[in-house]
């Protein structure tokens, strides 16, 4: 059993939490917060040791009926592999403590590529993680454009990606974020962070990335396209989303157009928090003109991630299994159902 | 058992059957859909046999993937009872068909009072809904409404109610109506229909209600004021909250304040479809003035009639047991834990 | 002539720096921004002197090819009356300075009372800021509900007022604020501060208030209830608010709805910046049931308290005028054509 | 004098009488409603006669204040034009009433191109509509498209142009239109219409549109790619765009990064309804990597269109003016000023 900790009990810690707990080899040692808040009753609930960052705080959770197992720092001297959700830019900070503890350690997107000199996908570069202390697993949007692009990349060679991420301004639980009523150039520049960060993973791949805000919760949209370097058909990339373990396709007779639609029937799928693990590519907008692929994808920000954390671990932990044995561990561990 | 049959698998009737399929005393014997599209899928994979209104559409269904069990006629030969979760205004149009098979029948609060000739409320008039053959369950709001005015007047007494309810324009997963930035006044007569509506339930409330709509989906806020009869003490208040099956306390020390947070707090403990049954009362906002009340409670438009549902259907049927007691077997089924 | 400086040309700054320009006994003679931004562009455009708080700065607005005539400092010596239109927090820092160069000053309702001592609306209390050298015009939403209590309360006297605020998240141009998706109790205790502000115009009024904020930016809605101390006809009520000069009559013949329909007819109207100056009251919720008025509201957050601003400046100047006339003048220099 | 009928005073109808009013050779006379709303009060209160398609519904108009001139029949009977700013697909069923009277008509992008067989922008095809009969003005979206390619076009040559749409919901005053929390593919097939717009004006041009639609109410935004057939430099192509009369530079220096931002800028500028007839282009976007531009632009829906059918009204009545004067003359009658 690997012994995890989440250092950072929010949006995507909770979600790891809960992915780490239903996987067989693998175990949540604690979590840690740092208010006695909504989600601090969550992990009383669900049953993990609850640490905290500030002992000094103690009382206060306790006051509020939550019980303190002890600090991040005892929490981390228990823990094989810690997972870092903290927010962006507050990871970095804690990497002299894992490399006081020599705990190995996974951050994610929000922390720059330097905080562990490696960005992961599973999908892409499972076996390049094998063993190490740190990793970084990359953002949301980029963990869906890796994807999508190293798959069609393996089968028909990719000349130059464009993409446009249309960005969920907040997540649904945030209410201090906007855009109320605004696209927000996000940034203005072009190009966005994300092409730079997509050769984090694949360092070869010609990308230009714009990227704006708009003012919905619910998952981001990506406007894709691909110029290949050898023809393909529309009905073979299709071949290439069905058989991906985390590509998932949104089949046109369900009528779904939409980024709220999608969350609906995920929703209804009974998955955990109505998460969209896979990216969720339209069918209906998968077109190939000439030697260019254009497509629509949604990417629910606070769950494509959450699979990829739980292959980092399993990876970092030196298993000796093969990326797609982990991948596919980790989806039937979860109950992943085709759209 | 009882043996249900959904008229109208759409956002109530799905959770209906969900909710149903739950209960030690009922069985989901047929859904109905009109258009083989998402939800179908969901009908299928829960395996409920779904029926279709027109039998010329089998062929659509089919080519989806989606087997039909027969038509909507067929299904109501088969039921006990059939809750018509049909679109507002489409119900009224069954009750010939249900009148013919001389089937019991429940109405969701879109139709008028006189649809059944009877509105019901599980905590207010349980009794009144035994042996019916008809019966409305009022609507989401009114159902909100009533459970604490009642509750609250049963200790007491209350001589007038104002409320003013901030609705949510549209379901999540709605994508044509608005409003996308504004307030609309719905109606901008006073007062609006709520008051009147509970007043089918509870007919000697003086109640005046005003209405908005909002652009946000995640449930409706009511700012409530009501007039004691005596006197009360906050505490006492709190208490008949905390004692009352249907009525949640939103706890202060959870630091929620909105809609959104409430809803993801409702996710995180991994209710289906991160449904709120009871109503969402915020502690910090229960306050006694004189010998006023006043509190805001969100309303769950997707959620809080599901439970009535399930009552009024054991009450239909003629079940001895009395209405505390539904309560308690619906909420044991579904896995209530207090907020 | 008064000469009117403007510190802080932003939101409400930029709009009283021209309904000031407008009348025919008053005069800009500066206004400041802290950055060279496009209200700093807009401010050169109109031919305002430009005056900086941070001296060093001036390079950046000179890049920018925006003039700088001088310091804040230098502004407020030539300036007989200074509109402190800073953010809310900052006035109060500002004080010191005012009263160093013994000017008068007239903070915004983002203050509190105690800025000034004195709390402002021209429809209430007009006489008491005579020759004041301090004075806080109350909020938006404060100065919407003074304006009609008032004018409700002199013909038929007031009992008890119960007033749901239901406010914009952000206004038009603010992209970092939300909600996006959720209705935020703000404060979700009770009362809110409205009641306890328009306490510091109208100090006898027993007023409790609710207050929340939803995804919009365009205008406050209030749901409003009235105890009257006397009988009152609809049509009585109707008469006063189309006699004020500073109560709008949203007529039901507009078909007028909700904000955002009001806002357009406002626009229609060639009025600048599309401000509603006035309360605008729908003429289909003007609802008289017992003794009690109800009644709904817009208040456009961002201008009804600009022409406040402006009947200020004549009073604390010292005018000989009474408050109708100076209204009045406020009124026509703007155009106002009633809705 | 050309005489010009507005057949449909709603949204676009609005913009256009305003603007021909202004201008030195066009003369309104008439304005045609069917209900006596908002709009209606604005007609009379700008003087337009209000003609009204059924004569029967007068007695209506008359009771809300508003004097009827006469049937739109007899409205045609007097223009020399007609601009046809009725819904899309209810323009077509007029094309019968304007051959009739052999008058001439514009209509709008709502309408296909056959309407007229000939669709028109101002800036690229001018001489084309002198002396026509029928014409249409495309869309807002094609304009904005149009207006930036030619442009390019005619100094660099084009390629291939790639574009993503990211459209408002509904406009500002629309109530029942959404999304409200959802980003919708409309469609979710690639390409979209736009692109085969594009080319019924510029029928050479290689184009691939995507769009979608957002939770805004404020302005389109488009993310947009030119492939060039020659070298350009960033400078050159920001020298296109400042001499461009349509094409306006939104500067960094103003710190605007959103089409909220920049709607408050137009608005501050005290521009009629805050208007941005042209092109909205963020400088900080123009770039430059290797043969390919790229840049976001905003399109203000309500606006760009309004002065190409001035432009068009000109042109098909036989001025012999060419269309850079044309444009010069619209222009400066809207008092036109560089952002």
Redesign the interface.
């Known amino acids: 059993m690997i012994n995890v900790a989440i250092n950072g009990y929010g949006t995507i810690g ?1 979600r790891v939490a809960d992915a780490v707990s239903l996987q067989p080899d693998m175990k949540i040692i604690g979590v840690s917060k740092t ?5 601090a ?2 992990a009383k ?1 669900r049953g993990y040791p609850l640490y905290i960052a500030d002992i000094s705080k103690k009382q206060a959770f306790v ?3 939550i019980p303190v197992a002890g600090s991040v720092d005892e929490m981390i001297q228990c823990a094989d592999l810690v997972v870092d959700a903290t927010p962006g830019g507050v990871g970095i900070k804690n990497r002299e403590l894992y490399e006081k503890h020599t705990v190995k350690a996974i951050w994610q997107g929000g922390e720059d590529h330097d905080v562990a000199g490696f960005s992961f996908n599973a999908s892409c570069n499972y076996e390049e993680a094998r063993n190490r202390q740190f990793t970084r697993v990359v953002s949301c949007n980029t963990t869906g454009l890796c994807r999508i692009i190293h798959a069609v990349e393996e089968r028909f060679g990719v000349k130059k990606v ?1 993409a ?1 991420m ?1 960005r969920r ?2 997540d ?20 966005s962070h994300h092409g730079p960060d997509v050769n984090s993973v694949l360092p070869h791949i010609p990308i ?1 990335t ?1 990227a ?1 805000i ?6 981001h ?1 990506h ?1 894709l ?1 691909i110029e290949l370097a050898q023809d393909a058909t529309r009905e073979e990339i299709l071949d290439i989303i069905k058989a991906h373990p985390r590509l998932g396709l949104v089949k ?10 999608l ?3 995920v ?4 998955r ?3 998460d969209l693990w896979e990216n969720g590519i ?1 069918e ?2 998968v ?1 190939v ?1 000439g030697r ?1 692929l ?3 994808q ?1 990417i629910h920000q606070e769950a494509d991630v959450v699979v990829e954390n739980v292959d980092a671990i399993r990876a970092m932990a030196g298993d000796v299994l093969d990326g797609a044995t982990s991948i596919q561990i980790t989806n039937n561990a979860l109950g992943f ?1 085709a759209l």
Not at 267 to 270: P, R, T, W
Request: proline share 9%; no cysteine.
């Open positions: 909770k208010r006695p808040n909504a989600e009753y969550i609930e006051d509020a009926g464009r446009v249309v301004g907040a649904p639980h945030v209410i201090k974020k906007g855009p109320i009523d605004s696209v927000v150039l996000d940034p203005v520049s072009i190009p230009v714009m704006m708009v003012p919905t919760t619910q998952m949209m406007a396209t046109k007779t369900t009528g779904i157009v939409s980024t709220a639609e969350k609906e029937f929703m209804d799928m009974n955990p928090r109505s339209y209906g907008s077109s003109v260019e254009f497509l629509f949604a159902v």
